[in-house]
Structures are given as C-alpha cells and as structure tokens.
C-alpha cells in the first residue's frame, strides 16, 4: 500500500511523539552536546581528542536526525479515520487476531512505517501481517507468508 502522493500518514499519537522528539532534540539534545564540546575544547589541542571526536559525532547525529523529522512532518497528514474503518481494518484500527496455529490471540495496532513499534504492539501498514489484513473485517481468515514460514490468522476484533 505505497502512498503515491509522498505524504506521511500518522495517527494523532504519531504525530505528537515525531514533534515531541523533534522539541526535544532542538531544545535540550543541541544545548547538552555543545557543552560537551565546548568543555572539550577546554582540554587543550582537539587534535587528539577522543571526547571532542565523540561530541562532534554526536552532533551531526542529532543535526542529521532533525533534518530527517522536518522532512517527514513536512510530509505528514493526519490520519482521519472513516466510519467504515470501524468494522473494516485501516489504517489506525486496533484489531484482534486470532493465531490458528497456536490458539492464541493477539491485538494491534496498525500505523504507518514511522510509527511502527512492535514492543508497542503497533505493526506497520507495509509489514506482511499489516498488508494481509488491510480492508478485511471480523470472522475473515487469512494466511500470512513471511521468512520464519506461514501463519493462519481469523480477525476476531476491530476498533
């Protein structure tokens, strides 16, 4: 399910943690390192300077990272979510799946690729899972290929 306008989808919550990193790396990351730096500085010659060298690394870290979020908010759209997508998995829905193999279930939450955090219980929209159950409802099977083999699923839950 690419996105051929090149916008971002994000759900509210994913919208918030992209500007709230962004904040934070603006306004305490960048004050923290160019301490660092400057404290390194302070030591003498930089030539040989192994904390300088960490500082300035860490540096354009950050800097790189924050191109990279202007770029992806600059991108975002929020997701809206219709009426159908309350008994049709979207984007944003929290659906329950049942594993047919295991007989165990287990509930998530799908996101786009940026907000995707599988210890959050949130897969991505593109992963195999997250493509398999897009636009299908509660009571319908589907059958999951991915490298470790195949999985069986029932939807058994839609929010």
């Given at each position: 399910m690419?996105?051929?306008?090149?916008?971002?989808l994000?759900?509210k919550?994913?919208l918030e943690?992209?500007?709230n990193e962004l904040?934070?790396?603006?306004?305490?990351?960048?004050?923290e390192?160019?301490?660092?730096?400057?404290?390194?500085?302070s030591f003498g010659d930089?030539t040989d300077?192994?904390e300088?060298?960490d500082?300035k690394n860490?540096?354009a870290f950050?800097?790189g990272?924050?191109?990279t979020?202007?770029?992806m908010?600059?991108r975002a759209?929020?997701?809206?979510?219709?009426?159908s997508?309350?008994?049709?998995?979207?984007l944003?829905s929290?659906v329950?799946?049942k594993?047919l193999?295991?007989d165990?279930?287990?509930?998530?939450t799908?996101?786009?690729?940026?907000?995707a955090?599988p210890?959050?219980k949130?897969?991505?929209?593109?992963?195999?899972v997250?493509k398999?159950?897009?636009?299908?409802?509660?009571?319908d099977q589907?059958?999951?290929?991915v490298?470790?083999?195949?999985?069986?699923y029932r939807?058994?839950g839609i929010?």
């Open positions: 690419e996105n051929p306008s090149n916008e971002l994000l759900t919550d994913g943690k992209l500007e904040n934070h790396l603006r306004t305490v990351k960048r004050k390192v160019a301490a660092r730096i400057k404290e390194a500085i930089i300077n192994s300088y060298e500082a860490e540096q950050i800097e990272r924050i191109i979020l202007e770029k908010l600059r759209r929020l997701l809206e979510k219709d009426a997508s309350d008994y049709q998995i979207s944003g929290t329950v799946l594993d193999n295991l165990k279930e287990y509930e998530y799908i996101v786009s690729t940026a907000e955090d210890t959050e949130k897969i991505s929209n593109e992963s195999p997250g398999a159950i897009l636009g299908l409802t509660v009571g589907v059958e999951v290929k490298p470790a083999g195949n999985f069986n939807i058994e929010s």
